[in-house]
């Protein structure tokens, strides 16, 4: 079902770099979690490490847990604050209809209340449209941008409901615990769920198909969708000046590999790695070489 939104392909040497990046479970997450109160509505994130802070920014369905294979490692060089987006995961949606302006704007008074003034930003599929539009609303706040397969693509008004309904379904069926159970204890429904994310049922183990299966249910999805589907980033490449580093899947069927090509053309200081073999999830399929590729490059901007 989630292969819907995520359609993914890997390779095998990408499932090596998954198994060794899986540490996380036995990681205790509850001291790095926080609540900040964000004009009136409740912002779940979490927060660990020290140094230059990178804020991550998730995509449709997504929340904090999306970077679960990535936390630690960016964590052990740098400030990591990755966040639930407003209707997502522990966080308030916003008012019906928003647009990614307000998103931004929660983005922007979280890092006002936790005294971040110049930050890099990492947005993954629909994030990457929020990362986007925060350089260009807040470019003296923006030290650089980091676009995981994320920056959108501008739906017709036919596929876009055709999307939207498809995610009802999916919301719908997500919001039921017995399903999320079922889900987890039955290894077949696991390789159906997670096909869009990982490769295999041996990676799609019991922990971490209930953590991306569970936070798919978010209130706030539909709108997120509308919301960056009306978002043209064409309209404003040019004018983001800041650096910025596209990771991206060659074998993207959601995000293709020809959109990240155009915005490095057109975004004035661009830098695009490509992965080969791998679909939309880079910081899934290859979490290693995607940690320590993020951590370099905020290592290597002027004054880090």
């Known amino acids: ?17 998954l198994r060794s990046a899986t540490g996380w479970q036995d990681h205790d997450w509850s001291p790095f979690i926080r609540d900040a109160e964000v004009v009136g509505k409740r912002m779940r994130y979490v927060d660990m490490g020290t140094g230059d802070p990178l804020v991550l920014v998730h995509g449709v369905g997504g929340a904090w847990q999306t970077w679960l294979l990535n936390l630690q490692g960016l964590a052990a060089r740098h400030r990591v604050i990755a966040i639930d987006v407003p209707g997502f995961g522990q ?19 979280l890092l006002d209340q936790l005294g971040l003034h110049r930050v890099t930003i990492l947005g993954h599929s629909l994030g990457g449209v929020a990362a986007m539009r ?12 980091v676009l995981v397969d ?21 919301h719908a069926v997500m919001s039921r615990e017995a399903v999320v159970r079922a889900l987890v204890r039955r290894p077949r429904l696991r390789r159906a769920a997670m096909s869009g994310m990982v490769p295999d049922p041996a ?11 569970s936070i798919f249910a978010s209130t706030g999805l539909v709108n997120a969708l509308k919301s960056g589907s009306r978002d043209d980033i064409g ?32 975004l004035p200081q661009a830098r695009l790695v490509t992965f ?13 070489r995607f940690n320590d590729l993020v951590a370099d490059w905020v290592d290597e901007l002027p004054g880090a």
């Open 1 to 17: 079902m989630l292969a819907i939104v995520y359609i993914v392909t890997m390779t095998p040497s990408a499932e090596v770099q």
């Open 91 to 109: 966080s308030d949606p916003l008012p019906a209809a928003p647009d990614m302006s307000a998103y931004v704007a929660s983005i922007a008074g």
């Open 134 to 145: 925060f350089a260009l609303e807040h470019p003296e706040r923006t030290a650089s941008l």
């Open 150 to 170: 994320g920056g959108g693509i501008k739906m017709a008004a036919a596929r876009l409901r055709m999307v939207v309904g498809s995610l009802i379904v999916i």
């Open 203 to 213: 990676i799609a183990t019991a922990a971490l198909t209930h953590e991306l299966v």
């Open 235 to 266: 309209d404003y490449a040019e004018r983001i000046t800041t650096p910025t580093l596209l990771i991206w899947g060659d074998r993207d069927q959601v995000v293709p590999l020809a959109v990240a090509q155009r915005l490095a053309a057109r």
């Open 276 to 288: 080969a073999g791998v679909g939309h999830c880079p910081m899934l399929e290859q979490a290693d």
